[in-house]
């Protein structure tokens, strides 16, 4: 009993000073938008990196969910005579909670792990502490280009997202089930109402910030791994990276979802 | 004899209890090249990385330039006018031999996009590799990483340049061609040169003043011919060392198989 909670301090303790640790990395990387120079171009290439190299997976999956939800929907509807209702189903849904969440999801599989994985290369082979040593600043030059991106691309990623789903949920709802599209598409523009708008906006750019500055994080503190070391704590950093990115996008997403639904 | 461009005092470092450096007091003379030589696992690396500010000392002193880098604006000014050779060169992969060069430029002054480049080029061929400008450092070879890695320290036209194992892993030709190149264009530039390794001979040859690392203490401090004079036990056995070893290998060869 004595050594579990001897255990259950010491992993405490380790938690809390991640986080502390963890917000003065964040802290330092958007800190760091005032000094770093020739920005612009650093930010493009990570525009690049998070939106058009990512651009297809969140076209297919965004594609796949609305049809999934136009099939499942209209089925479950049309038990109650309700089919006409499938616009307002599919809309909602992902504008409030899937575009935001999945899209977020598949940019941390993509171009969170890769950004991971790249940081810790780097630290393995010494690239950032030559950019210390060269009088750079290594969170302004390495980090604070992927948040401003993120800030930018997660939102079009997740609208992007969400219209590809409503064409998907038209093509089930409508082509495959013989829904009338006028009546499908009337409805998901009387469900949207400028809340769920914003309510879809702060979601992406929280989970794009957050997202991004765990897995710059984990990749960036690579040598700090305490399982292993060398091309391992790459991996592992990789792996915790995504692991962390996916439970704060959910327990966020649970905040930002609650403060909404009671205002 | 010109002052001193860097001194080091009572310079401690320790890793998990064990005592690392213990008390390294060193002068290294403006326009000078000073070699610290010693055998792996003496603690020239941790020496190395405890001046230029990569690791923090437990204690000691660091003066660049008369003035301790305590504060922040010391540390700002001794990392402008520092610059670092890593053992395994540090360079940025996914850049080009001209981007990598440029990188120091870029983000520390505010020469307009033209001097950078006109800057780096000359870099380059200063080092002899400007064909190789557009190339990947992953499609060089090593001796032309080793190049590359240098053009990208004394783009920024340091006063001071660290040289981390220069020449760890390669081979006896490059060796020389590696310590040649320091030699040439330190006198060439320059610059003050600190030089950790373990290679005796090249160190010897090469430098003005060498001091030699064991145990985490300098057992010797002085010129190179001095060093080859001395008569301390430990200096005469890392001094003849690679006498030794030709003479094993010779016992070895001429010893009957069987």
């Known amino acids: 009993m004595h050594l579990v909670v001897q255990l259950l301090g010491r992993q405490t303790l380790f938690a809390i000073s991640r986080l502390g640790d963890f917000a003065l990395f964040l802290g330092g990387s958007l800190r760091a938008v005032v000094g770093a120079r020739r920005l612009p171009r650093r930010v493009l290439r990570a525009v690049y990196e998070q939106g058009a190299l990512c651009l297809p997976v969140i076209l297919i999956v965004g594609a796949f969910t609305g049809m999934v939800l136009g099939l499942q929907g209209y089925h479950v509807l049309n038990r109650f005579g309700s089919e006409g209702l499938l616009g307002t189903l599919v809309s909602l849904s992902l504008v409030r909670e899937l575009a935001p969440v999945l899209a977020a999801l598949m940019l941390v599989g993509q171009a969170g792990s890769a950004l991971a994985a790249e940081l810790g290369i780097q630290r393995n082979s010494e690239q950032i502490t030559a950019l210390e040593t060269m009088g750079v600043d290594s969170l302004g030059y390495l980090v604070t280009p992927r948040l401003l991106s993120a800030i930018l691309v997660f939102p079009l990623q997740t609208a992007l997202f969400a219209a590809v789903g409503l064409w998907g949920g038209s093509l089930s709802g409508s082509v495959l089930m013989g829904l009338e599209p006028g009546i499908y598409w009337s409805s998901v523009e009387r469900a949207i109402g400028s809340g769920d708008l914003r309510e879809c906006f702060l979601k992406a750019v929280t989970f794009g910030i957050l997202t991004t500055a765990i897995c710059a994080y984990h990749g960036f503190n690579a040598h700090r791994c305490r399982s292993a070391t060398g091309a391992r704590a790459v991996s592992a950093s990789t792996t915790w990276a995504v692991v962390h990115s996916s439970i704060a996008v959910l327990a966020v997403d649970y905040v930002i979802t609650s403060f909404f639904v009671r205002s | ?258």
């Open chain 2, 1 to 258: 004899m010109s002052d001193p461009l860097l001194q080091v005092s009572g310079l401690c470092k320790r890793f998990d209890g064990r005592e690392v450096l213990s008390g390294v007091s060193l002068d290294v003379r403006r326009g000078s090249v000073f070699s610290v030589i010693g055998p792996s696992g003496a603690g020239k690396s941790v020496l190395l990385k405890c001046i230029a500010g990569i690791l923090l000392p437990d204690s000691g002193e660091i003066r660049f330039d008369g003035r301790p880098w305590t504060d922040a604006a010391a540390r700002a000014d001794f990392r402008r006018r520092c610059s670092f050779l890593f053992q395994n060169n540090a360079l940025f992969d996914s850049l080009t031999a001209l981007e990598n060069v440029a990188l120091p430029l870029e983000q520390t002054t505010r020469l307009s996009n033209r001097e950078i480049r006109a800057r780096s080029l000359d870099a380059l061929r200063q080092l002899e590799i400007e064909d190789a400008a557009d190339r990947h450092p992953g499609q060089l070879s090593g001796g032309m990483q080793k190049r590359l890695a240098l053009a990208r320290a004394i783009v920024t036209r340091p006063e001071l340049v660290f040289f981390d194992e220069p020449t760890a892993g390669l081979d006896p030709l490059r060796r020389n061609a590696v310590f040649a190149m320091i030699a040439r264009y330190q006198r060439q530039l320059g610059f003050t040169a600190l030089i950790v390794t373990h290679d005796l001979s090249e160190a010897l040859v090469t430098s003005d003043r060498v001091a030699l690392l064991d145990g985490g203490r300098i057992r010797f401090e002085g010129a190179s011919e001095e060093f080859f004079q001395s008569d301390d036990p430990v200096i005469r056995d890392f001094r003849d060392s690679v006498q030794v070893l030709g003479s094993t290998v010779a016992s070895i060869r001429n010893s009957d198989p069987s």
